[in-house]
């Protein structure tokens, strides 16, 4: 079957830096999508890989391992405003996305 | 240029009733994707349409819900007989390509309420 795991749930400080890892296991891969969701909106897309290796994008960042089936999302410097849930998702052979259940960041002043 | 648009917004429905959420994709956009959610919970894929075709309808359930995307006009996703289990937010996406990295970009979602 085809699987995505994710943390359902963090807690991370203001300022601070936190890691979000997402594992896959999927019939066939064409790219792992990382979205963000607040409460009570729709999601937005934040970033793509394909390849192996670190994507940096402001204070953002998606790292993918094909041969692990493993990708994190690096936020930098947290603010209030980062609160909110971080879907991963996975092209696979049919270019169909499957979707992680989200990990929902809380951010404590 | 406009994104993703839903409407309504929010749908309350009495059990039995149709409910029927409507999904204008972005200008130069001819695929679109059906999700559901519920509260908590990640995204639900059900149905992946074309213009005039429905390419992948596997997550969506046999009876009561069907879609559509005619050549002119909003998609269509219709829930007959609607039960309180079908309570959830319903988005659309859409994207320019299937057969490549585009990405899916989402309308805000129909909250639909089932008393």
């Known amino acids: 079957g085809q699987n995505i795991d994710q943390p359902t749930e963090m807690t991370a400080t203001e300022g601070a830096i936190v890691q979000i890892n997402c594992t896959y296991q999927?019939?066939?891969?064409?790219?792992l999508f990382w979205y963000q969701q607040h409460a009570g909106e729709a999601p937005t897309f934040l970033s793509y890989n394909v390849l192996d290796g670190l994507e940096e994008k402001g204070r953002f960042s998606s790292f993918l391992s094909r041969s692990k089936g493993y990708s994190y999302l690096l936020l930098k410097e947290l603010q209030m405003k980062d609160s909110a849930s971080y879907l991963c998702a996975v092209s696979d052979s049919n270019y169909q996305l499957i979707w992680g259940a989200g990990t929902k960041l809380i951010i404590k002043p | 240029n406009a994104g993703v648009m839903q409407n309504p917004r929010h749908l309350v429905r009495r059990r039995g009733q149709e409910a029927r959420l409507r999904c204008s994709p972005m200008?130069?956009?001819?695929?679109v994707y059906w999700y559901r959610q519920l509260p908590e919970e990640g995204l639900k894929f059900m149905v992946y349409?074309?213009?005039?075709?429905?390419?992948?309808e596997s997550g969506m359930p046999k009876e009561r819900f069907s879609a559509e995307f005619p050549k002119e006009g909003p998609s269509i996703l219709r829930i007959q007989q609607v039960v309180r289990g079908d309570s959830a937010a319903y988005f659309c996406?859409?994207?320019?390509?299937?057969?490549?990295?585009?990405?899916?970009?989402f309308g805000p979602g129909t909250r639909l309420l089932v008393l």
């Open positions: 200008k130069g956009h001819s695929h």
């Open positions: 999927t019939s066939g891969f064409n790219g």
């Open positions: 996406a859409s994207s320019p390509l299937s057969e490549s990295k585009e990405t899916q970009y």
């Open positions: 349409l074309q213009k005039e075709n429905i390419i992948d």
